[in-house]
């Protein structure tokens, strides 16, 4: 199937197939099946395997999947069998929790740019770090060929310097402005908002 005829849906569905793998590795398990893999995750085994036959075959009947080949596979497809570098827009609070998480190490992303507006913070330190002024972010990040960048920026300057990282060449954007971004259709946007996220639970609680 052409890659644009995927369904949006299953794509975001493959990074929690790929952490849940990742999860059996660390208990030294080789093998799994669509049935476990969605009773651990709260997906239909049928829907699991939709899934995958969109990319190919993985398993065998009766046999279920090798973990680990399953696992490079999906990295492959998700395009994490190599190190993305990320430029971190925003050194406020939740800046500094990302540019020091851990998180990302051996998962196909690091952190390699902070940038800030504040006169306060740029030139300071967080971890091993410099903050940048974002006034740089044009030549900075066009210069280390960085394709994926993080908003943790005001919703006033959230499309601002989205737009100058477009034009740096950055085509992935994951925004936690609760803000939406008008930007060219080649560029993938991917909003956080724990604010709707918590809106979504409290329908349920009666």
């Not at 280390?144 to 993080?150: D, E, G, R, S």
Request: charged share 20%; net charge neutral; glycine share 8%.
């Amino acid at each position: 199937m052409v890659k644009n005829q995927i369904p949006d849906i299953v794509v975001g569905r493959l990074p929690r197939y790929l952490q849940e793998l990742l999860h059996m590795t660390q208990k030294d398990q080789k093998t799994t099946s669509s049935q476990e893999l969605g009773e651990r995750l709260g997906i239909s085994s049928a829907q699991i395997r939709k899934d995958l036959s969109q990319f190919g075959e993985f398993g065998k009947q009766g046999t279920g999947y090798s973990i680990s080949y399953l696992i490079e596979q999906l990295q492959v497809i998700l395009k994490v069998d190599k190190v993305w570098d990320i430029a971190l827009i925003g050194a406020g609070d939740l800046g500094h929790a990302i540019a020091r998480y851990q998180g990302f190490k051996n998962r196909g992303f690091r952190v390699a740019m902070v940038f800030d507006n504040d006169p306060a913070k740029i030139g300071s330190s967080i971890g091993d770090f410099v903050v940048q002024d974002t006034a740089n972010i044009g030549t900075l990040v066009e210069q280390a060929n960085i394709k994926v960048a993080m908003l943790t920026v005001p919703v006033s300057a959230a499309q601002e310097v989205a737009e100058a990282l477009v034009r740096a060449g950055v085509r992935a954007i994951l925004n936690y402005a609760p803000t939406p971004l008008n930007l060219p259709e080649h560029v993938c946007v991917q909003y956080i908002d724990p604010i709707v996220a918590l809106q979504h639970m409290t329908y349920y609680l009666g």
